[in-house]
């Protein structure tokens, strides 16, 4: 079929709407119409080239939301019909790291997704019969995308498209690094470090899991105020006096829980250093710069601080993606703040210009 899409046709230029050719869902894939689909940093990252894994021509998006069009042979949970969120990162339920509690990394499709094949090592996105890669296994700035049945989350026909989208990225990444990397317990006192969309649903997150206290930090009080509509107890602006700001409010101990949402290394160190001696959790869920690394004084860690790293939240994508969009249906988070401004594909360049100005959290395209 012919289908509209963005192509990054080359790093550093504007993505270029056009038609393509999409072919049938082969054995295990699903073809999906997206209905919307969110403008993240990692699309934009790619685009500009400085991402050392891209590559070009492709058609980028991640955060998409849609309806089953149709299904390839011997996919069994999904049907035509069903609404699904996206998933960059899949949930085969069957490879090693899947039946493990500990991690959401899949390895089932990585080395092919990565490349950005298809499993069967091929497209099904092609222009005048040459094979164009599907990025980040989803392609989701177009009308139509073809996608592997594992990488897929069946979510419930109640939630707004426009709304469900966010869940496969930005906000669950948030609030899943606050409710399953790091478990946050009741009564707890957090630091959320950074108030864009991961920042945010951290912030949700922390307070959905009954944490007492969320300190959130941010250099903007637009964002600030946000934070503080998603549960935030207190708002500080970022700084090298936010260590010392945090010990103070905690009696010289430091937070139950960081989390750091800002791709900073200066400020994942932060994060570490304003986490609670003996028990503290920092978690991080920044992609930092290229090369760059975390500096991190040893004697943090013997005196009982951890690190973790948080990959899309560590949400175990079909199982998970659904239940925190049942909490949202459940009114229990407020997904229309997020929501700034609605585009259409044509559009898509102007979402990464309102990103790069942090014109609101999230530029949604619309397919309607
Ligand atoms: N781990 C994952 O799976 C995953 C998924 C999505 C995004 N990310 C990454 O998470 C990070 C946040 O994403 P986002 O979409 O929320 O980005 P964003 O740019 O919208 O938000 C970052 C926020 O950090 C704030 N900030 C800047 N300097 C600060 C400082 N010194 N102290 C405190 N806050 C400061 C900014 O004002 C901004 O509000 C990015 O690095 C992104 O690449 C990771
Ligand atoms: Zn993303
Ligand atoms: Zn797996």
């Given at each position: 079929?012919?289908?509209?899409?963005?192509?990054?046709?080359?790093?550093?230029?504007?993505?270029?709407?056009?038609?393509?050719?999409?072919?049938?869902?082969?054995?295990?894939?699903?073809?999906?119409?997206?209905?919307?689909?969110?403008?993240?940093?990692?699309?934009?990252?790619?685009?500009?080239?400085?991402?050392?894994?891209?590559?070009?021509?492709?058609?980028?998006?991640?955060?998409?939301?849609?309806?089953?069009?149709?299904?390839?042979?011997?996919?069994?949970?999904?049907?035509?019909?069903?609404?699904?969120?996206?998933?960059?990162s899949p949930q085969?339920?069957?490879?090693?790291?899947?039946?493990?509690?500990?991690?959401?990394?899949?390895?089932?499709?990585?080395?092919?997704?990565?490349?950005?094949?298809?499993?069967?090592?091929?497209?099904?996105?092609?222009?005048?019969?040459?094979?164009?890669?599907?990025?980040?296994?989803?392609?989701?700035?177009?009308?139509?995308?073809?996608?592997?049945?594992?990488?897929?989350?069946?979510?419930?026909?109640?939630?707004?498209?426009?709304?469900?989208?966010?869940?496969?990225?930005?906000?669950s990444t948030g609030?899943?690094?606050?409710?399953?990397?790091?478990?946050?317990?009741?009564?707890?006192?957090?630091?959320?470090?950074?108030?864009?969309?991961?920042?945010?649903?951290?912030?949700?997150?922390?307070?959905?899991?009954?944490?007492?206290?969320?300190?959130?930090?941010?250099?903007?009080?637009?964002?600030?105020?946000?934070?503080?509509?998603?549960?935030?107890?207190?708002?500080?602006?970022?700084?090298?006096?936010?260590?010392?700001?945090?010990?103070?409010?905690?009696g010289g101990f430091?937070?139950?829980?960081?989390?750091?949402?800002?791709?900073?290394?200066?400020?994942?160190?932060?994060?570490?250093?304003?986490?609670?001696?003996?028990?503290?959790?920092?978690?991080?869920?920044?992609?930092?710069?290229?090369?760059?690394?975390?500096?991190?004084?040893?004697?943090?860690?013997?005196?009982?601080?951890?690190?973790?790293?948080?990959?899309?939240?560590?949400?175990?994508?079909?199982?998970?993606?659904?239940?925190?969009?049942?909490?949202?249906?459940?009114?229990?988070?407020?997904?229309?703040?997020?929501?700034?401004?609605?585009?259409?594909?044509?559009?898509?360049?102007?979402?990464?210009?309102?990103?790069?100005?942090?014109?609101?959290?999230?530029?949604?395209?619309?397919?309607?």
């Amino acid at each position: 079929m012919r289908i509209r899409a963005a192509v990054l046709e080359e790093f550093a230029q504007p993505l270029v709407v056009q038609e393509l050719d999409l072919a049938e869902p082969r054995a295990g894939e699903v073809l999906v119409r997206l209905e919307a689909c969110g403008v993240c940093h990692t699309d934009m990252y790619t685009a500009s080239g400085v991402d050392p894994s891209g590559y070009a021509p492709t058609v980028l998006g991640h955060e998409g939301a849609g309806v089953v069009e149709a299904i390839g042979d011997g996919v069994s949970s999904l049907a035509v019909g069903d609404h699904v969120v996206t998933l960059f990162s899949p949930q085969c339920r069957e490879c090693v790291h899947c039946r493990s509690p500990k991690t959401n990394l899949c390895l089932a499709i990585r080395d092919q997704q990565n490349q950005g094949h298809l499993p069967d090592g091929t497209t099904r996105l092609s222009r005048d019969g040459e094979p164009i890669r599907h990025f980040m296994g989803t392609s989701t700035f177009a009308e139509y995308t073809v996608m592997p049945e594992i990488a897929l989350a069946k979510v419930s026909p109640e939630a707004p498209l426009d709304r469900a989208c966010l869940f496969a990225c930005g906000l669950s990444t948030g609030l899943g690094a606050a409710m399953f990397t790091a478990g946050v317990e009741a009564g707890s006192t957090c630091v959320v470090f950074g108030a864009g969309m991961v920042g945010l649903g951290a912030v949700a997150g922390c307070r959905l899991q009954g944490a007492e206290r969320i300190v959130c930090v941010d250099l903007s009080d637009e964002r600030l105020q946000m934070a503080r509509h998603q549960g935030a107890t207190d708002v500080m602006h970022g700084g090298p006096q936010v260590v010392d700001a945090i010990l103070e409010m905690t009696g010289g101990f430091g937070a139950d829980y960081t989390i750091e949402a800002t791709g900073l290394v200066s400020v994942m160190r932060q994060a570490v250093e304003s986490a609670r001696m003996g028990w503290g959790l920092a978690t991080m869920c920044g992609v930092a710069g290229k090369g760059e690394t975390l500096d991190v004084i040893p004697r943090y860690l013997i005196t009982g601080r951890r690190v973790a790293g948080s990959s899309f939240g560590g949400v175990k994508g079909r199982d998970q993606v659904p239940l925190l969009v049942q909490r949202y249906l459940d009114g229990d988070i407020d997904v229309d703040a997020f929501l700034s401004h609605q585009i259409s594909l044509d559009e898509v360049n102007r979402g990464f210009e309102l990103m790069e100005a942090q014109d609101g959290i999230r530029s949604v395209i619309s397919f309607g």
